[in-house]
């Protein structure tokens, strides 16, 4: 054992020449991913301008510093505030480098994952490195917070910024001020770097010109054979989407179907993740008949497409086959996210058109109203919204990539900057990770349809006032008489809970709010047989906020689903054999989860 010991501790020790070897082969490695950036734009393939955001940066900070330098006693005293902090936290360290008990000048968040390890607190370099990053963080952020004049919007923005700045430039970010990729690359002789460089160069490769960084590792994670592999057809499909039905599991299913409307933003399979994770297997193990959309990857072909098609050649043309297929004139409904407010346009659509196609709608942390849309409000108002029409219009279509990196944005800490370190700093590839995986499957969004969504929904929030015209069709959400079940999650940046209790007193019928633990995926993605989480319910929804709405709520361990499984037998309980896919006029066309599905940015 001794021995053991003793060459285990010999293969750590720092060896120079190693070390060496390794830097020139991390420095050939990121010659690689410079090659990797360079190579589409010398081909043609890709063009360098300036994001449309820089300018927002600027004209958002000019509007702040405005303020502080329009009057010199007021930037004399931010001045000394920020030299006040910085003589406050020289002293503490000098009085810890005599020997003395000092109390740090601040401290971070014990919810902060980045400084987790030991070394931040007892290395002294370290620890002043630590302290001056978040007492500058601190002060830019009480620049804005107490800057005078601003419009909120514009506060948002400047809060936004400062955010993702301080976030890009933390100590944890960079080799030689982050002890523990520091430790790592001595005691690995950079080995480290080498592996991180490489994978840099891969992810730009595979970005085409553009960092992708990878949040999963793709072993084992293929959809149709990990994930998305609840037995199924698609038994119909359209230049927008197919639509899959899904091979019964029990004897007997309730009478009415369900319709399933995901968002277009992301792939359908978030429901359909690994069986054991899967809504959808669920829903069919609960004797549910299950159907559910899955939109197309759109091109530039596609770009013209409207939000009116795709509610046309989505949920409405569904709604048909459907019909067809099983005889019902009737279906469950249930959107998730921005397919949520298709869903609830869809519904307003047909009570104005006085057509019976809905027995109940439930909505997965989707949003009808925008006035509390939280952080993505950030991104939304007419200079930039002109700004993204125009890089559209040029390309025809949003790349997914552009969405998912504005999504990550909101936590960046989390999705983006723990990825560099761990990545590309420390050499350590991700784990497999179904939802991740998902995650970084990207969509496009057709120029057209993704306008009318920002200025409608986000910009004039015109589904809640009824002023939204769809089709011709002036569209009023209290004539929406249908049952709903309104889930929300708790942690939620994209579609905050407060947004969708708000969002709640629109309907004009019965409307069951829930707020469910965690955020806008693990709150809904959360099978009963994990045990993970809660949820909260209470009938008082109207004229209430959020935090009073909590006061009166009951909690309830684990999953949410088996609540909604019982609500959707409460509306119609009647059963009939199970159907089988499809019909002889309406034959399957291919096994679940289809080839739309397939399609990769």
Not at 90 to 107: D, F, M, Q, V, Y
């Amino acid at each position: 054992m001794s021995e053991v010991a003793a060459e285990t501790q010999a293969t750590k020790k720092f060896d120079p020449e190693a070390f060496a070897m390794n830097l020139a082969k991390a420095m050939e490695n990121s010659g690689q991913a410079l090659a990797a950036y360079l190579k589409p734009r010398e081909d043609g393939e890709a063009r360098d301008k300036p994001p449309n955001e820089i300018g927002e940066v600027v004209k958002t900070f000019s509007a702040v510093a405005e303020y502080w330098l329009s009057d010199n006693q007021r930037s004399a005293e931010l001045q000394a505030k920020l030299a006040k902090a910085y003589i406050d936290l020289w002293g503490s360290s000098a009085r810890r480098l005599a020997g003395e008990a000092a109390k740090p000048a601040i401290e971070p968040s014990p919810r902060d994952k980045r400084f987790k390890d030991p070394e931040w607190k007892s290395n002294q370099f370290f620890d002043f490195v630590m302290q001056l990053y978040l007492l500058t963080t601190q002060w830019a952020q009480d620049l804005v917070h107490n800057a005078e004049g601003l419009d909120e919007h514009t506060r948002k923005k400047a809060e936004f910024y400062v955010q993702q700045i301080s976030n890009a430039l933390a100590p944890s970010n960079f080799v030689l001020t982050n002890p523990e990729v520091l430790r790592e690359t001595l005691t690995s002789n950079g080995d480290n770097l080498v592996r991180g460089m490489k994978m840099l160069a891969e992810d730009i490769e595979a970005g085409h010109g553009s960092l992708r960084i990878r949040q999963s590792d793709p072993a084992n994670l293929a959809v149709g054979v990990n994930m998305a592999t609840t037995p199924g057809k698609v038994i119909f499909q359209n230049e927008l989407m197919q639509l899959i039905q899904y091979t019964p599991s029990t004897e007997t299913v309730l009478r009415t179907p369900l319709l399933i409307v995901p968002p277009w933003i992301n792939k359908f399979y978030i429901l359909d993740l690994k069986p054991e994770k899967s809504y959808v297997k669920w829903c069919v193990d609960q004797g549910i008949t299950v159907f559910v959309i899955s939109w197309v990857n759109p091109d530039k072909k596609l770009g013209k497409k409207t939000f009116e098609d795709y509610m046309k050649q989505g949920p409405l043309a569904a709604m048909d086959v459907i019909e067809q297929v099983t005889g019902e004139m009737r279906v469950h409904t249930a959107g998730y996210c921005v397919g949520g407010t298709l869903l609830a346009s869809t519904l307003a659509w047909l009570a104005e058109k006085r057509r019976v196609r809905v027995t109940s709608a439930t909505f997965f942390a989707a949003q009808v109203d925008f006035t509390h849309a939280g952080d993505l409000l950030v991104f939304v108002d007419e200079d930039q919204i002109s700004a993204l029409e125009r890089d559209m219009q040029a390309a025809g279509v949003l790349e997914g990539s552009k969405m998912a990196m504005a999504f990550n944005m909101l936590r960046s800490n989390d999705l983006i900057w723990s990825y560099v370190v761990s990545n590309y700093l420390k050499g350590q590839p991700p784990s497999s990770f179904d939802l991740l995986h998902w995650n970084s499957d990207a969509t496009r969004m057709p120029a057209a349809n993704h306008s009318y969504y920002l200025r409608n929904c986000y910009l004039e929030n015109r589904l809640s006032t009824g002023s939204m015209v769809l089709d011709n069709t002036l569209l009023d959400l209290s004539k929406v008489k249908v049952p709903v079940y309104n889930l929300a999650t708790r942690e939620d940046h994209i579609a905050p809970a407060e947004s969708v209790l708000y969002g709640s007193q629109f309907f004009g019928g019965p409307v069951r709010y829930v707020l469910s633990g965690s955020g806008h995926i693990a709150g809904v993605v959360n099978p009963p047989a994990s045990g993970k989480y809660q949820y909260w319910t209470n009938d008082n929804i109207r004229d209430t906020t959020l935090a009073n709405w909590l006061k009166g709520a009951q909690e309830h361990k684990g999953s949410w689903w088996p609540d909604w499984r019982q609500w959707l037998e409460s509306i119609d309980a009647e059963t009939v054999p199970a159907r089988p896919v499809g019909t002889d006029a309406m034959p399957p066309i291919e096994d679940a989860p289809g080839s739309y599905v397939r399609v990769r940015a």
